[in-house]
T-cell receptor, first 112, second 113 residues
């Protein structure tokens, strides 16, 4: 059973701090990785996608991918109360397919 | 441009009843997906489609059926509803396969009693 694992949290950080969210995946052939943000009662929305080893930055968000360690992370700098949500990690199921496997999500609380 | 729309927003079913969850996208996307999300859990793929007339099973297809007669529409059919199907159902679409962003609809909350 191919899996994507995340710590369910909640992860609590003070406003202005860096929030670090982590994700591991079991399928070595996964090629694409995504971070979605989901507010309570709402649908997921894409924050970042990453396909290559290394870092990818977009504003306050940085995604990091290490395929050798099968590890993906999301850093949120200068965390704001509006960042409080559940963050879902997703990986493509296997190379060449159109399916994704989602983790159970990490709940982030940014304390004002 | 409405994106992905789903109806109904909320529905209560009795055990054994059937219903169809509607999903429509206006982005001309070939790929469409149905997920369910149980409380505190991630998204589980029920069915997906890579184009009109082509569908395939995901992780949890039992108790559900789909059809894709047009690019825009991807309805999900529940036959003989069971309490285990109480969940929030999300439809999503993307322009290509596994490297493209999935756009999600607002969800349908289903309660089976």
């Amino acid at each position: 059973q191919k899996e994507v694992e995340q710590n369910s949290g909640p992860l609590s950080v003070p406003e202005g701090a860096i929030a670090s969210l982590n994700c591991t995946y079991s399928d070595r052939v996964s090629q694409s990785f995504f971070w979605y943000r989901q507010y309570s009662g709402k649908s997921p929305e894409l924050i970042m996608s990453i396909y290559s080893n290394g870092d990818k930055e977009d504003g306050r968000f940085t995604a990091q991918l290490n395929k050798a360690s099968q590890y993906v992370s999301l850093l949120i700098r200068d965390s704001q109360p509006s960042d409080s949500a559940t963050y879902l990690c997703a990986a493509s199921a296997t190379s060449g397919t159109y399916k994704y496997i989602f983790g159970t999500g990490t709940r982030l609380k940014v304390l004002a | 441009n409405a994106g992905v729309t789903q109806t109904p927003k909320f529905r209560i079913l009795k055990i054994g009843q059937s219903m169809t969850l509607q999903c429509t996208q206006d982005m001309n996307h070939n790929y469409m997906y149905w997920y369910r999300q149980d409380p505190g859990m991630g998204l589980k793929l029920i069915y997906y489609s890579v184009g009109a007339g082509i569908t395939d099973k995901g992780e949890v297809p039992n108790g559900y059926n789909v059809s894709r007669s047009t690019t825009e529409d991807f309805p999900l059919r529940l036959e003989l509803a069971a309490p285990s199907q109480t969940s929030v159902y999300f439809c999503a679409s993307s322009s290509a396969g596994a490297q493209e962003t999935q756009y999600f609809g607002p969800g349908t909350r289903l309660l089976v009693l």
